[in-house]
C-alpha cells in the first residue's frame, strides 16, 4: 500500500477528530462518514488487511480520544454508564496520561 495515501487518510480523519475544533461527536462521525467509505474501497482494491486493520484501530481510537475530551471531568461516569468496572473507570479517569493513552486503556 502506498503510503503517501495512507498519510493523507490520516491527515483527513486527524483533522474533524481535533480536540480544539468544537464540534459534536455526531458532527464528527458524519463528517468521517463522508470520508472513510471511499478509503475502505479504495484500500480494498490491494486486498492487504493488516493495514487495514491499523488503520481502523487508530480511527476508532481517535474517536474515542474525542468522547473523553468531550466528557472532561465527568469521564469516570460515563464509562461506568458504558459498562466498565469502578477499578478500570477508576484507573482510567485518575490517569496523567491524556486522553489517548486513556482510550488505549479501555480496549484492555
Not at 484501530?57 to 466498565?84: D, F, I, S
Not at 496523567?96 to 479501555?106: E, N, S
Request: charged content about 30%; hydrophobic content about 40%.
Amino acid at each position: 500500500m502506498a503510503g503517501k495515501a495512507i498519510d493523507k487518510l490520516n491527515d483527513r480523519v486527524r483533522e474533524p477528530t481535533r480536540w480544539t475544533r468544537g464540534s459534536t461527536f455526531a458532527a464528527v462521525v458524519a463528517e468521517l462518514g463522508e470520508t472513510l467509505p471511499g478509503w475502505k474501497a479504495y484500500f480494498g482494491i490491494a486486498e492487504v488487511l493488516s493495514p487495514l486493520r491499523d488503520l481502523d484501530k487508530w480511527v476508532r481510537r481517535k474517536l474515542r480520544c474525542h468522547l473523553w475530551k468531550q466528557w472532561g471531568r465527568a469521564g469516570y461516569r460515563e464509562l461506568r454508564k458504558r459498562g466498565v468496572s469502578v477499578r478500570e473507570a477508576w484507573h482510567t479517569s485518575k490517569s496523567a496520561h491524556g486522553p489517548f493513552a486513556a482510550a488505549a486503556r479501555l480496549l484492555r
